[in-house]
């Protein structure tokens, strides 16, 4: 029915709501736009509302939203959620530079993003005052073309466009408001002969029009094409499909690697009985990527990094850069070891390392394994563990101890394989590459358990591992693949397990 607010019950059936025995407080409200406005309903005195945000919204249509609930100064309570380009933007405009920097300085190099609704409110705010100066060129246009040919209907009639070149061939200037709507005005006043030819009492308001755009436009800029509406509405358009966030990101030089003694690799136990020093990732993420929402995620103790793998840039002044969240390397190659550790190296440590495994004797008998993780990742997805080889370099098979899954290797006619029964550590290592689609359901419950992180059990910091999973694949440019993805999912499911646990503490 159109005009009133329908029941939906749970049995089907849809009845106006002063027909149906359900109370309107105890049932789940949607609120649409128009329905923001004018619109009371008898909530639950404790009622929780969901709020979404949209692109460019601006105060009134928050105020409306959340003045529904009419005891949101007592025990009701809001929940602000939005799109991912919405919070960017949101970022963008309550944190400058400086301000990260200082964050950054204050926290041991990194940056919390988190938002609230102190940012929130400002970002609506700088969207009314954009929508109110961008809406004055309308305004006066039409406020114009008013005062030009009330009374006079000959001059309304304007030149018709038919080239193509007339729609499409000026480019869009970013000019201000004031100047917009001069020129605007100058053709609207060419078109009549001359602001001599208005009316004495139509001369006033357009002394009025000019007199507002120049008090409340002086500092804005605004899109000017010469075009009819529907072209520029096209237009437009096709720029909001274009335009994309552009940041600067700053000089650096590459820092020159380390050399260590490489062969060691061949006999060594653990990536920590090495000659240099290596980094466990759990440590790495916590000093070294921000935000702090990457380190709640609950990465596996057993997969480390050489130094080399992680120091990868310095500054113009020669000093290494703390944040590398712009400078990651690429996961390339990946040295295995018995205790089931796995290590990450550089491509230079990889080359090196792989001349070692090719020149080391007949007969050594080597205890890690060099692979190359692509190729590892790949057959693990496809379940062809055992029936394809994969470039590998040797490794003396240990006496397996869990129940996993080997990847035989075959390599100067000897039988080796891989020893990735830890799922943990392979799943660590794919998160952390900026992987988003996981096949196993093995490797599913252990990212699930990853994102739950710290507040497994407690239902806190959910949400932050959960947020921590989009901005590790984002820094690894594969954004565009995290949509409908098994990584998606997994982060839905996490949110929904921290809803769930907050009404049950609550």
Same mark, same amino acid.
């Given at each position: 029915s159109i005009g009133q607010w329908m029941m939906l019950e749970q049995s089907g059936r849809c009845l106006p709501k002063n027909q149906s025995p359900i109370n309107e407080r105890d049932a789940f409200v949607i609120f649409d736009e128009p329905r923001c406005r004018g619109s009371d309903l008898k909530l639950r005195f404790d009622a929780k509302a969901l709020l979404t945000l949209g692109p460019g919204m601006c105060k009134d249509k928050l105020m409306q939203a959340a003045g529904r609930l009419r005891q949101l100064d007592q025990e009701q309570s809001l929940?602000?959620?939005?799109?991912?380009?919405?919070?960017?933007?949101?970022?963008?405009?309550?944190?400058?530079?400086?301000?990260?920097?200082?964050k950054r300085q204050k926290t041991n190099g990194t940056l919390r993003q988190e938002v609230s609704i102190g940012n929130v409110?400002?970002?609506?705010?700088?969207?009314?005052?954009?929508?109110?100066?961008?809406?004055l060129t309308i305004w006066s246009s039409q406020g114009l073309s008013f005062a030009t040919t009330i009374g006079k209907p000959d001059y309304a009639v304007e030149r018709e466009k038919l080239e193509l070149s007339e729609f499409y061939e000026e480019k869009f200037s970013n000019d201000t408001v004031v100047k917009a709507v001069n020129t605007t005005m100058k053709h609207h006043l060419s078109r009549i002969g001359g602001k001599s030819n208005i009316s004495?009492?139509?001369?006033?308001?357009?002394?009025?029009?000019?007199?507002?755009?120049?008090?409340?436009?002086?500092?804005?800029?605004?899109?000017?094409?010469?075009?009819?509406?529907?072209?520029?509405?096209?237009?437009?358009?096709?720029?909001?499909?274009?335009?994309?966030?552009?940041?600067e990101a700053p000089t650096m030089r590459p820092l020159k690697e380390i050399k260590w003694d490489f062969e060691s690799v061949l006999t060594a136990k653990s990536p920590t009985s090495l000659p240099t020093i290596v980094l466990a990732l759990p440590k790495v993420v916590r000093s070294r990527l921000y935000p702090t929402s990457i380190a709640h995620i609950k990465w596996s103790d057993l997969v480390?990094?050489?130094?080399?793998?992680?120091?990868?840039?310095?500054?113009?002044? /020669? %000093? #290494?850069?703390? @944040?590398?969240?712009?400078?990651?390397?690429?996961?390339?190659?990946?040295?295995?070891?018995?205790?089931?550790?796995?290590?990450?190296?550089?491509?230079?440590e990889a080359d090196s390392i792989l001349q070692c495994f090719w020149d080391s004797p007949d007969g050594i008998m080597c205890s890690s394994c060099y692979f190359?993780?692509?190729?590892?990742?790949?057959?693990?997805?496809?379940?062809s563990l055992?029936?394809?080889?994969?470039?590998?370099?040797?490794?003396?098979?240990?006496?397996?101890?869990?129940? /996993? %899954? #080997?990847?035989? @290797?075959?390599?100067?006619?000897?039988?080796?394989?891989?020893?990735?029964?830890?799922?943990n550590v392979l799943t660590s290592v794919r998160l952390f590459a900026g992987e988003t689609t996981y096949c196993t359901d093995?490797?599913?419950?252990?990212?699930?358990?990853?994102?739950?992180?710290?507040?497994?059990?407690?239902?806190i910091g959910l949400g932050v591992a959960n947020g921590g999973a989009e901005r590790v694949v984002e820094m690894r440019g594969l954004i565009h693949l995290l949509p409908y993805s098994d990584l998606e999912q997994i982060c839905i499911q996490c949110a929904s397990a921290q809803l769930i646990n907050c009404d049950k503490n609550s």
């Open positions: 929940c602000i959620i939005g799109a991912k380009d919405v919070f960017v933007k949101i970022r963008s405009i309550t944190t400058s530079s400086k301000e990260q920097h200082a409110l400002e970002w609506t705010i700088k969207n009314t005052v954009e929508a109110t100066a961008n809406g004495t009492n139509y001369q006033g308001m357009i002394d009025k029009i000019e007199a507002q755009v120049q008090t409340y436009g002086y500092d804005f800029t605004t899109l000017q094409k010469n075009v009819d509406e529907e072209c520029e509405r096209e237009l437009e358009l096709e720029l909001e499909e274009e335009e994309e966030m552009e940041e480390y990094c050489t130094k080399n793998f992680v120091n990868t840039v310095m500054n113009m002044d /020669g %000093c #290494k850069e703390t @944040i590398i969240n712009k400078f990651l390397r690429l996961i390339d190659v990946c040295i295995s070891f018995p205790d089931g550790s796995c290590l990450l190296v550089s491509e230079n190359h993780y692509s190729l590892v990742s790949r057959a693990i997805d496809k379940g055992g029936q394809r080889c994969l470039l590998a370099l040797p490794a003396k098979s240990q006496a397996s101890q869990d129940i /996993g %899954c #080997k990847i035989p @290797i075959h390599t100067q006619g000897q039988k080796w394989c891989i020893d990735i029964s830890n799922v093995s490797q599913k419950d252990v990212l699930k358990a990853m994102l739950l992180g710290e507040g497994q059990g407690s239902g």
